[in-house]
C-alpha cells in the first residue's frame, strides 16, 4: 500500500504560519487542528521566516538565487567543455604543423 504524499497551496501554508506568528496558537495545536504535523508546520514557519516574499514558490520552481545558480553552473559547465575542445585542437593542430 503506496502512500500518496499530500501537497498544500502556498496560500494554506501562509495562512496555518499565521495561525501560530499572528493568533497565538501553538504549534503542535494548529498542527492538531490542520492535521498536518507539527514538524512540518514548523518547516513552513522557518522556510518563510527566512525567504519571506520567496518561501513556497510551488512545484518545479525555484527561488530566484537558485534558479539563477543552476544557470550560471550549467553555463560554467558549458565553458569549460569547450574550453578543453581548444586545447586539443590546438594541440592537435600544434602537432601536425611540425
Known amino acids: 500500500m503506496t502512500t500518496k504524499k499530500k ?3 502556498k496560500q494554506f501554508k501562509i495562512d496555518a ?3 501560530v506568528t499572528e493568533q497565538g496558537y501553538k504549534i503542535s495545536e494548529a498542527a492538531r487542528n490542520l492535521d498536518i504535523h507539527p514538524n ?3 518547516h513552513w ?3 518563510l521566516k527566512t525567504d519571506s516574499d520567496q518561501a513556497f514558490p510551488g512545484k518545479g520552481h525555484m527561488a530566484p538565487e537558485k534558479e539563477e545558480l543552476h544557470r550560471l553552473r550549467k553555463e560554467n559547465k558549458r565553458l569549460q567543455m569547450e574550453h578543453e ?3 586539443k585542437a590546438a594541440a592537435f593542430f600544434a602537432k601536425e604543423s611540425m
Do not use: A
Request: net charge positive.
Open 7 to 9: 501537497s498544500y497551496s
Open 17 to 19: 504560519v499565521k495561525l
Open 40 to 42: 512540518v508546520l514548523r
Open 45 to 47: 514557519r522557518n522556510q
Open 85 to 87: 575542445i581548444l586545447k
